[in-house]
């Protein structure tokens, strides 16, 4: 286990090698930095790999992160109540992810940029339910028949062509 730090506000518990961080945790000091605790895989020093992240308003992601973002497959719980659980690309709800509201709302669908985007549902907390196509979060589409379908293997399409 080595103690070593790169920089005077972090404290780092773990396992190094050459001088470069490859497992532990890091407690950051500084607030500028908007974060509390890592604890997980690193590569060239910042998070890269299966990890856990607490910042200081009581917000938790556990899961992937590539290049110190969030990245694959991951739960962030918001220091409201917000859940969301699913893909992340650069940071951000990517893919497919089902998120819950502190208000007891349900949304379950694509995602985009932390928008709802593609097709997904909307499950109210008082039970209706509005399901379709969403583009950046507003609805475009409501689900009432059939043709939608068609719609939503186009966009999935053309949305796995775009992230590859």
């Known amino acids: 286990m080595d103690d070593t730090n790169i920089d005077s506000n972090e404290i780092f518990e773990g396992i190094m090698k050459d001088g470069e961080r490859l497992q532990g945790i890091l407690i950051y000091q500084n607030d500028s930095r908007d974060r509390k605790l890592y604890n997980g895989d690193y590569y060239k020093n910042v998070p890269h ?90 609805l475009v589409k409501k689900d009432t028949n059939e043709d939608i379908q068609i719609e939503v293997d186009m966009l999935s399409s053309a949305y796995i062509n775009y992230i590859k």
């Not at 940071?91 to 497919?96: C, D, E, L, M």
Request: charged fraction near 25%; hydrophobic fraction near 25%.
């Open 49 to 138: 790999g299966y990890g856990r992240m607490e910042w200081n308003d009581g917000g938790v992601y556990e899961g992937y992160f590539e290049n110190d973002m969030k990245n694959g497959l991951g739960k962030c719980s918001s220091h409201d109540g917000n859940v969301y659980y699913g893909d992340f690309i650069n940071g951000f709800p990517n893919g497919y992810g089902k998120e819950s509201y502190n208000s007891g709302d349900i949304y379950e669908g694509q995602w985009k940029d932390d928008q709802w985007n593609g097709y997904g549902k909307l499950m109210k907390k008082n039970g209706s339910i509005i399901e379709g196509i969403w583009n950046m979060g507003i």
